[in-house]
Every structure is written in C-alpha cells, then in structure tokens.
C-alpha cells in the first residue's frame, strides 16, 4: 500500500528558484490537499483541491500554484522562493470532502530557501 | 472561520502515568473533530474522530477522547502511557460540508522512564 507519496523528501532552494512538490494517491480519493508545517504553529492549508479540475485556496495560498489535472496527482509549484517558505509540507487525501472523512498523510518534504 | 487552541505546547510525563493533552476549539457551526499524532520524521497518522453521536471517542493505542459541546473542547486522555508514545499530538477541526480543516499548533508528549 503506497498511499499517499511525495517527492522529493529534501530540498535547498536558493531565493528566487522555482521548483514543483510532487504528490500522488493510489486510494482513489476525491479531496487532497497541501500542508505546510512550521513549529509553534502546527499545519497550515495551502491549497486544496475536491476533484480532477478543482482547486482553491486555504489559509496561506501566496506563493504557490496547484493545479489537479487527474485524481491521482496533485503537485505544488513555488514560483519564485523565499526564505520564508523554508518549511516542511505535507500533502493529504481523504476520500471525500466537506468531510468527516480522516486525512491520509504522506510523509513530508523539507524544503530549505537560502 | 474555524480554530483550535491546544492549550500545553509540552507535556512530560513518566512512563505508565495517565496523561490528558487538552484541545479546544472555537466555530459558529457544528464541527468534527479529529486527534492526529506525528512520530518523529514522518507524516500524521490519525488517532480518533468525533462525528456524532456518544461524546467519549475512543481510538487506537488505547487512547480516547472526550467531546464536551458547552465547553466547546475535545480533550484526549490515555489512562497509562508508554515510551512509544512519545511523539506530536495535534488537534483537528473541520466545520461540517467544508473543506478547510485547521489544527491546533501542536503538543509534544514526552514518556520518561
């Protein structure tokens, strides 16, 4: 069982590079979503996305695009980094949204911008 | 919106001691409410649900947790705690037919032996 898996696990960024976050699901969820985690401040929503076709924004859209062209994928792209966005970023799937349905998590990337 | 205040950011205690990691919440509409745990260089594994129905929630790892509506928390207890459970313990909030969950910033539970 892959569940939900993302890639690359680490990466150094210097300011003003652009990069893409990969992640893909083989449970044939409906929802995923990008996280970013900083400490003190738990998880935060990036973007979400409640279909192929569908995304919007969550608590902290700036500076990133996502797009979800199929169900299994679902990849972040910074556009232009900053020091600021050095975090580590989770994505999640669930089975449905507006949701009682859990989050399934993948195990993270750590991203560093210098 | 949503949100959720986890009130210790640290809790220590010796092994086999009960341990109670507090959460409260705050929202205008009726919520669901998650524990999540987050082991060391991984990503969250979920605990326990509260949806609907008996306010005590009971999960894996033999913790449970409790749903108090008046005062809008949703604490999580474990009656004897090992050294594997060492780890993040995060709080999650959802408003029903939404889709923008929100968690608290987190309680690292330490066992000591």
């Known amino acids: 069982n892959a569940g939900v898996t993302q890639t690359p696990k680490f990466q150094v960024l210097k300011t003003g590079q652009s990069m893409t976050l990969q992640c893909a699901q083989d449970m044939n969820h409906e929802y995923m979503s990008w996280y970013r985690q900083d400490p003190g401040m738990g998880l935060r929503l990036i973007h979400y996305s409640v279909g192929a076709g569908i995304t919007d924004q969550g608590e902290v859209p700036n500076g990133y695009n996502v797009s979800r062209s199929t169900t299994e994928d679902f990849p972040l792209r910074l556009l232009s980094a900053a020091p600021s966005q050095t975090s580590v970023y989770f994505c999640a799937s669930s089975y449905s949204s507006g949701t009682n349905s859990p989050l399934h998590f993948g195990n993270g990337t750590r991203l560093t911008v210098t | 919106a949503q949100s959720v205040t986890q009130l210790d950011s640290q809790v220590p205690v010796f092994e086999e001691a009960p341990v109670e990691l507090r959460c409260n919440y705050s929202?205008?509409?009726?919520?669901?409410l998650f524990w999540y745990v987050q082991y060391p260089n991984q990503g969250l594994q979920l605990l326990l649900k509260?949806?609907?129905?008996?306010?005590l929630v009971k999960g894996i790892n033999g913790f449970e947790a409790e749903f108090n509506k008046s005062q809008t928390s949703f604490h999580l207890r474990k009656p004897s705690v090992h050294i594997s459970d060492t780890a993040e313990y995060f709080c999650a909030v959802n408003r029903i037919n939404n889709n923008d969950m929100r968690f608290g910033a987190g309680t690292r539970l330490t066992v000591k032996p």
């Open positions: 509260y949806l609907s129905g008996s306010t």
């Open positions: 929202s205008s509409v009726s919520v669901y």
